[in-house]
């Protein structure tokens, strides 16, 4: 049952401000707002007075890690029944991920929004909603819930939803991560005014994946978007590969999940040569 209108409206008053999801990404400290070419808040522009501290600097890597909660997927059912979001979300942080994905879908990943919420009260990094968001409730319900970005999947999208949502977060102060599978959802993406684009390296039918699918639509991504490779990323070489071809950051959540602890993955997917 959908929580009422009015109750959403309080909650998202209620949050602390949205932490700057595009910013962190960008392998810059000055990145413009994927959503408006503004500068993005970030956590120390504005305090979050519940948040836990940073963890300490360190030189940055060569791309941003986007680290997923992810307890199940469609194609390996349960990846980690000890599932914690928050202590995870914390190994996280202390790893040096530039931010966090909550899945938050129920049928497929066995995700729920309060994975969303323990995650984001637990750490000071930026946390996107992932999700199949196919209605204007639900970008609401993420800000309410404290999520500071949300999935967009072009492929279960026309551009007037598309456009239309990407508008709806921003009024919420949310960027919006914008997955594109093909050249011509890498069009409509940039059409839109996209200008924070993941490139899903799964095939949605075969569910095989191949990173070379990051490479392949590069021409047709938008000149100074930042870019997200996501699928398919389990070693140290996968992520100098896409470091090479000037990726900005790297979603990943199985790799990272299957380690005891899902953090020290980050460790090693990080590692020189």
């Known amino acids: 049952m959908q929580t009422p209108r009015a109750v959403l409206e ?8 949205p932490r700057g999801f595009a910013r962190a990404l960008r392998r810059t400290t000055d990145a413009p707002d994927a ?11 504005h305090p979050d007075p519940g948040a836990r501290p940073p963890a300490p600097t360190a030189p940055p890597p060569p791309v941003r890690v986007i680290a997923e909660l992810k307890k199940a997927s469609p194609s390996k059912g349960v990846i980690r029944p000890d599932f914690h979001p928050a202590a995870f979300a914390r190994s996280y942080q202390s790893h040096g991920a530039a931010a966090i994905s909550a899945l938050t879908d129920e049928k497929f990943f ?3 929004l309060n994975v969303l919420r323990d995650a984001r009260a637990a750490v000071a990094l930026p ?10 409730y639900q970008i609401d319900e993420a800000r309410a819930a404290g999520a500071d970005a949300i999935l967009l999947i072009v492929a279960i999208l026309d551009d007037t939803k598309l456009r239309a949502f ?3 977060a921003a009024t919420l102060g949310m960027d919006c991560l914008v997955e594109v599978h ?15 684009i993941g490139v899903n390296n799964r095939d949605l039918q075969t569910f095989h994946t ?13 000149q100074g978007a930042i870019l997200v490779s996501e699928s398919g990323i389990a070693t140290a070489g996968d992520v100098r ?7 900005d950051a790297i979603l990943v959540g199985e790799t990272l999940m299957r380690h005891t602890d899902p953090g020290a993955g980050i460790d090693a997917l990080l590692a020189p040569r």
Not at 10 to 17: F, T
Not at 127 to 136: A, C, G
């Open 182 to 196: 093909s050249q011509d959802e890498a069009r409509r993406a940039a059409d839109s005014g996209a200008r924070l």
């Open 241 to 247: 590969y896409l470091a090479s071809l000037g990726i």
């Open 166 to 168: 990407r508008e709806q």
């Open 35 to 45: 959503q408006t070419g503004a500068l993005s808040p970030t956590p120390a522009g």
């Open 110 to 112: 066995q995700g729920g």
């Open 10 to 17: 309080r909650e998202i008053a209620r949050q602390s401000p």
């Open 210 to 222: 191949d990173l070379r699918h990051t490479e392949r639509l590069l021409p047709a991504l938008p």
């Open 127 to 136: 946390v996107l909603r992932k999700d199949f968001i196919i209605d204007p």
